[in-house]
């Protein structure tokens, strides 16, 4: 590859270096998405769940990531650019859905972030580094952000202690929706198999 022109985005490499057996990052994130929201489904949580999902690894679209799968040693994080760009493209109510989003794809890889501590590993810092993220993702996702704010809020305790707790467990489940369905599809992949008919029981998305 020749730095600065890139044309496959992979998400994940073997030591095949031709790349033919490379997955290919739009397909990583589709499936993560899709996969996230059949489980999420039964909670009246799957359209957060697939945007969650659709995002949690765009700071793969980079550079440094990539030359990382091709053995150079590049400190990459990855985990923070998908955060920051669905906060940013979320409007109106749907804003404080992606605040919660934000904290599930933080923390796929090291757990749920706090909002604010003494670190910069905390999310309120994170939300404001710097991106080095190419604009490639936006054509291979085209994502449209919208209706993240699910019907079941209405139906949340009024009190803000209770609903602060209901908006609390609501963002774990999603983030182990996440979780698990980039668990399944990636032992899916080591274990060379396409992802099954059958999903881990979880019910669908139409």
Request: charge should be negative; charged fraction near 20%.
């Amino acid at each position: 590859m020749v730095v600065g022109v890139i044309v496959s985005w992979y998400a994940h490499s073997t030591a095949d270096q031709s790349k033919v057996d490379w997955q290919l990052l739009s397909e990583h994130c589709f499936g993560v998405a899709v996969l996230a929201a059949e489980m999420a489904k039964p909670l009246g949580l799957e359209r957060a769940a697939f945007f969650v999902g659709l995002f949690h690894d765009l700071g793969k679209y980079c550079i440094d990531f990539q030359l990382r799968l091709e053995g150079r040693d590049v400190p990459v994080d990855h985990s923070t650019a998908g955060a920051q760009v669905l906060s940013g493209l979320a409007q109106g109510s749907d804003k404080l859905v992606a605040h919660l989003l934000a904290y599930a794809i933080l923390g796929h890889h090291a757990g749920l972030p706090d909002w604010l501590n003494e670190t910069d590993a905390c999310c309120n810092m994170r939300l404001k580094r710097p991106l080095a993220l190419d604009p490639a993702w936006q054509d291979e996702l085209r994502p449209e952000v919208s209706d993240l704010l699910p019907d079941m809020v209405a139906q949340l305790p009024k009190t803000p202690p209770e609903q602060a707790f209901a908006f609390a467990f609501m963002t774990r489940m999603i983030f182990s929706c996440l979780v698990d369905a980039e668990a399944w599809i990636e032992t899916c992949r080591l274990n060379s198999r396409a992802r099954p008919k059958q999903s881990p029981p979880c019910g669908g998305v139409d």
